[in-house]
């Protein structure tokens, strides 16, 4: 019987369950962490403006300072917040039945990155990442039903000039699933030729800003409070043609943000605040995700540490207080520092991961295939983690408590007659519909573990990475738009036959 599986919404998990639940931050920590952000803005400001930037605060009230640093009034990053950015938005993807709502307490799970590396499983060894891994990723992710949305997780080394890079990155995710997707583009010029390229795909020119299907991750800042000039110049250019953007500050504490957690909080929600200003006065409501993304330092070298307890609760933290301020929240969770899918980056996953679920962010990034604190990724990691999500997503459902799940009545039956509740047909009307099963996972006993073959999980994962690679083909794009963007455009993947 289990091989029917019950209706979308009788799942167990299922896509966007309600958090919330974990609370770090109280709320008069959270009205003192938005006062300290909005007083780093007016007092302080950000430097490197753009003359866009410039002209568009400085039109509502902001100044230049003698050190050419934008100040932002406070009524007009609160009326920013309050009145003109958009709650909520409706995300897109290639097949309709997995677009989704952002916004709100929902929570969605994304890969993402910016990984050098990919892992080999088979040597142990890292290699550098390629093309083809963005596409294998994708593919991988296509067939991966706790992974929502499919942001690129490793650069395209071998594609050597920028233009090439931002249109390949786009292509390879677009051609490799059906879910909504992620980028970045390097330079401004770029941003209307992939919205072209979506528009192909989607039937005529404007198509993608009706029903964008791709998140635009911006890194629009060098902490602190400094913009990345060609970022920020492609992030004007991303509003203007209708792309949801992730905001993303990245500040990491101890190195470009203070080492007290409150402190790399409170410049992150700054940071945030300030481009999401920009972005509205561009486009007032656009559809934004705040990227606080505050990293943490492992204060005895230097180096980032992805898998902390502070990086947990500071990812909860981040967001626990957009929810509180009503915008969409995304959060980088899931940043192992293991260099291997063991037991160190299981948990350095399930911990960084879970809290910021429970605390509600609607998109964890990152949740799903990277290792060495982000720096290079890992296929057989990517699917292990996939049952990790399906497991943190059914403790983010919680349990429900009604005159039937209580189950009196069944506990009398089963006093009365024999015993045990195997044969009771609410155990088995329950199998799927409260219930999760691991893909990779294993629960055998040890001795029939041993007879499967004693394998672990890195090897069974390894057998759905191959298996997916060697048959799984998507066919969302039909061959005929396939080649008008080959005409048009560079593209180097070759897909398989």
């Known amino acids: 019987m289990r091989q029917a599986p019950p209706e979308e919404d009788a799942k167990a998990i299922r896509p966007g369950p309600v958090g919330g639940r974990y609370a770090p931050l109280t709320e008069r920590q959270m009205e003192d962490t938005y006062e300290a952000a909005m007083s780093l803005l007016e007092n302080i400001g950000m430097a490197q403006s753009t003359p866009e930037f410039i002209a568009l605060v400085t039109a509502e009230g902001g100044w230049m300072d003698d050190a050419e640093r934008l100040h932002f009034p406070r009524d007009l990053v609160q009326r920013i917040v309050t009145e003109v950015a958009t709650p909520t938005f409706t995300l897109h993807a290639l097949d309709p039945d997995k677009g989704m709502e952002i916004g709100g307490d929902r929570v969605y799970f994304s890969t993402g990155g910016a990984g050098v590396l990919m892992l080999d499983h088979d040597t142990q060894t890292y290699r550098e990442s390629m093309l083809q891994d963005v596409y294998d990723t994708g593919r991988l992710v296509d067939r991966l039903d706790n992974i929502d949305i499919y942001v690129r997780t490793v650069v395209a080394r071998d594609m050597v000039e920028a233009r090439d890079l931002d249109i390949n990155w786009a292509y390879a995710c677009l051609a490799s699933t059906s879910k909504p997707i992620g980028t970045s583009m390097f330079d401004q010029s770029h941003v209307g030729e992939i919205a072209a390229m979506f528009d192909l795909v989607l039937g005529g020119e404007g198509e993608f800003k009706k029903r964008p299907f791709c998140i635009a991750n911006n890194t629009f800042v060098v902490p602190p409070l400094r913009w990345a000039e060609e970022s920020a110049l492609s992030m ?11 905001l993303l500050s990245a500040g990491q504490a101890g ?3 203070p080492a007290a957690l409150a402190g790399s909080l409170a410049q992150a929600l700054a ?12 486009n007032p409501g656009h559809p934004c995700i705040m990227g606080m993304w505050p990293f943490v330092s492992d204060l005895r070298t230097g180096a980032m540490t992805g898998g902390s307890g502070e990086e947990a609760v500071l990812n909860a933290a981040s967001a626990q207080i957009l929810n509180w301020l009503g915008l969409p929240s995304g959060v980088a969770a899931g940043m192992a520092d293991s260099k291997l899918p063991d037991n160190q980056a299981g948990h350095e996953k399930a911990l960084t991961v879970g809290l910021a679920a429970q605390a509600g962010s609607n998109v964890i990034f990152e949740s799903a295939g990277m290792l060495a604190s982000i720096m290079g990724g890992s296929h057989e990691a990517l699917v292990i983690d996939n049952d990790m999500l399906g497991a943190i997503n059914r403790t983010v459902r919680g349990i429900e408590i009604t005159p039937e799940t209580l189950s009196t009545a069944v506990i009398e039956q089963v006093i009365a007659g024999e015993g045990h509740f195997l044969g009771q ?13 691991p893909l990779v996972g294993d629960r055998l006993s040890p001795d029939d573990w041993k007879d499967a073959g004693a394998r672990s999980a890195t ?15 998507p066919t969302h794009i039909s061959p005929d738009v396939d080649a008008q963007i080959r005409e048009r455009f560079d593209i180097r993947l070759d897909l398989p036959a």
């Open 271 to 282: 940071e945030c605040l300030a481009a999401l200003t920009c972005v509205n006065l561009i």
């Open 459 to 473: 090897d069974r994962a390894h057998d759905f990475v191959t298996a997916t690679l060697a048959n799984h083909r």
């Open 236 to 246: 004007a250019e991303q509003a203007r043609h209708g792309f949801p953007i992730t």
């Open 255 to 257: 190195a470009t943000s």
């Open 425 to 437: 047909d609410q155990t088995l009307s329950m199998m799927q519909t409260e219930y999760t099963y």
